[in-house]
């Protein structure tokens, strides 16, 4: 839900990669506990904007504070911050579910002790006590997202970034993922997530969408469906798409 307490501010943030401008002037805030929707093509520049947010890659010019720290001069205090999690790497598969929990919590600078008790809960609230030391790899896609999302709010961060965190696994899992998603907005956690799935961007409170590096669009789902006169986040998606130039 949002609030008055805003936890990503850009104005007119940009990334050129030498005559290629990746992200173009972008200008958006997101409040704390909102569940804020990234989307946009492949090529639409949604993952640079987000490598800039989370403090691994420096803006060409304009302004970005992430959990009250600048881009530019504070990364290093932004990372400690944030959680993320990829759909492409989260976990080590070669370490069993324990470790892996353990591993990332040192990251975050959880304490020994603490990280103890925060894994045996975690083990716990998931049902895991018969696979927590077995190989993550063993596992299915499902539990393997569970348990990287519930790694990345280990440390209770002020905002978690999601990139597209349930690409193939199946709709049941993927309804239950997003349980997880409104629990965590509801305890406080900014919620920052890229999908190519647009009935989950109906699950959002806000969605934005980008086209060749721009923001085309921003507004709560049912606000984009009134505006381009359509009854799904799809027919807004392709009405923007269309005129999109570029592609990955």
């Known amino acids: ?10 104005h007119e943030l940009t990334r050129r990669f030498g005559d290629f401008t990746a992200v173009d002037a972008i200008t958006f805030k997101v409040s704390a506990g909102e569940i804020f929707g990234f989307l946009g093509a492949n090529g639409a520049g949604k993952t640079t904007a987000m490598r800039i947010l989370c403090g691994l ?13 600048d881009v530019y001069t504070e990364s290093e205090l932004i990372k400690k911050q944030i959680g993320y999690m990829s759909q492409k790497f989260s976990l080590y598969e070669n370490l069993t579910v324990k470790e ?4 990332f919590g040192g990251i975050y600078g959880i304490e020994r002790r603490e990280l103890k008790e925060k ?11 018969n696979e927590s030391n077995k190989l993550v790899g ?3 896609l499902g539990w393997k997202q569970k348990i990287s999302f519930s790694t990345a709010i280990l440390h209770r961060p002020q905002i978690v970034f999601l990139d597209e965190p349930t690409g193939g696994v199946d709709p049941i ?3 239950q993922f997003w349980d997880m998603i409104y629990e965590t907005a509801d305890s406080g956690i900014t919620i920052f997530v890229t999908t190519h799935y647009m009935d989950e961007a109906e699950y959002c409170n806000r ?9 085309a669009a921003l507004d709560t789902p049912a606000g ?25």
């Open 1 to 10: 839900m949002q609030n008055n307490n805003i936890v990503i501010e850009t």
């Open 57 to 69: 890659l420096s803006p060409t010019s304009g302004k970005a504070r992430v959990a009250g720290y």
């Open 100 to 103: 892996n929990i353990q591993f």
């Open 119 to 129: 894994t045996a809960e975690l083990i716990d609230r998931l049902g895991l006590h």
């Open 138 to 140: 063993s596992l299915p």
């Open 173 to 175: 899992t993927r309804r």
């Open 207 to 215: 969605v934005s969408i980008m086209v060749d590096g721009a923001i």
């Open 224 to 248: 984009l469906k009134n505006t381009f006169n359509t009854n799904s986040m799809d027919g807004v998606f392709l009405q923007l798409a269309r005129g999109a130039k570029r592609s990955e």
